[in-house]
């Protein structure tokens, strides 16, 4: 069955650094593109990166622009999240996504919470 | 980018109602929407795609319709699992962006 598993998360100070990972397993990885996903506490899904099945294209949300780079190895069936330059707006549960159409299948997901 | 409005924000119901939840898209966005369903605590889970194409395992009381820039869910007869939030997500163009989400209460 599949399943994704983040990880990475964590506490971090304002202008710092984090990456995540998700690991993927039952189903060939590297035909799919994936996505990340993001929500605040108490608040709404905010989609904020995506990534095609060969790496060629990727996508942001103007909110992260420029600070987060998504990446994947398909060797190892993982996705990636790099995180520079962190806001305290940037705490969040993180999810990835599998995407055939749009997010079918998604992780359970990992906090990230920016604060001095 | 284009904005998604779903309204109600907030829905109190009663087991067996039916109950519609509505996604205005600013721009025509043909059937690229999914409709989500998130538990406190879990992950969101697809219930519709491409509009009104159900999920595999999803109960056929959750419908979905629409196409351009309105679009419905519709759950027939509410049942006690059915209380939860609900999202839209329009994946036509990049960004793609969600409703604000619609909380099922239980009246």
């Known amino acids: 069955q599949v399943q994704l598993v983040e990880s990475g998360g964590g506490l971090v100070r304002p202008g710092g650094s984090l990456r995540l990972s998700c690991a993927a397993s039952?189903?060939?990885?590297?035909?799919?593109?994936m996505s990340w996903i993001r929500q605040a506490p108490g608040k709404g899904l905010e989609w904020i990166s995506y990534?095609?099945?060969?790496?060629?294209?990727?996508a942001y949300a103007d909110s992260v622009k420029g600070r987060f780079t998504i990446s994947r190895d398909n060797a190892k069936n993982s996705l990636y999240l790099q995180m520079n330059s962190l806001r305290a707006e940037d705490t969040a549960i993180y999810y990835c996504a599998r995407e055939w159409v749009c997010p079918d299948y998604w992780g359970q997901g990992t906090l990230v919470t920016v604060s001095s | 980018d284009i904005q998604m409005t779903q309204s109600p924000s907030s829905l109190s119901a009663s087991v067996g109602d039916r109950v519609t939840i509505t996604c205005r898209a600013s721009?025509?966005?043909?059937?690229?929407l999914g409709w989500y369903q998130q538990k406190p605590g879990k992950a969101p889970k697809r219930l519709i795609y491409?509009?009104?194409s159900l999920q595999s395992g999803v109960p056929s009381r959750f419908s979905g319709s629409g196409s351009g820039t309105e679009f419905t869910l519709t759950i027939s007869s509410l049942q006690p699992e059915d209380f939860a939030t609900y999202y839209c997500l329009q994946h036509n163009s990049y960004p793609h962006t969600f409703g604000q989400g619609t909380k099922l209460e239980n009246k």
């Open positions: 721009q025509g966005i043909r059937n690229d």
């Open positions: 990534i095609s099945s060969s790496s060629t294209y990727t």
């Open positions: 491409a509009a009104s």
């Open positions: 039952g189903f060939t990885f590297s035909d799919y593109y």
